[in-house]
């Protein structure tokens, strides 16, 4: 069991920059798969990026490949989505979640999730 909570979402203009970061609880963090999600109004929860458990491999939903970087810190329980060039399109809620299951992290089908932050892109 693992708790999560992001934090660092707000409003920024179209071209600006955020870091979101979501601590984890536990001693076990580096046993678990990360991913980050966003849910805009009406829309489907869609998963933005997720992070290997030490960090080396990383992925990108197609429409922020190029502007947004995930990482991780084991020694801090966090991990972190850097997001630049931010556009109107990526305004929604960001979740973090996290599986310590390979198969369910192949799958994208996580566990444990965060309370979720906003992130408002004005025009």
């Known amino acids: 069991q693992v708790q999560l909570v992001e934090s660092g979402g707000g409003l920024v203009q179209a071209g600006g920059s955020l870091r979101l970061s979501c601590a984890a609880s536990?001693?076990?963090?580096?046993?678990?798969?990360m991913g980050w999600f966003r849910q805009a109004p009406g829309k489907e929860r869609e998963c933005v990026s997720d992070?290997?458990?030490?960090?080396?491999?990383?992925s990108y939903a197609d429409s922020v490949k190029g502007r947004f970087t995930i990482s991780r810190d084991n020694t801090k329980n966090t991990v972190y989505l850097q997001m630049n060039s931010l556009k109107p399109e990526d305004t929604a809620v960001y979740y973090c979640?996290?599986?310590?299951?390979?198969?369910?992290?192949?799958?994208?089908?996580?566990?444990?999730w965060g309370q979720g932050t906003q992130v408002t892109v004005s025009s």
């Open positions: 992070i290997s458990l030490s960090g080396s491999t990383t």
């Open positions: 979640a996290a599986t310590n299951d390979y198969y369910k992290y192949r799958k994208v089908r996580y566990d444990y």
């Open positions: 536990g001693r076990t963090f580096s046993s678990y798969f």
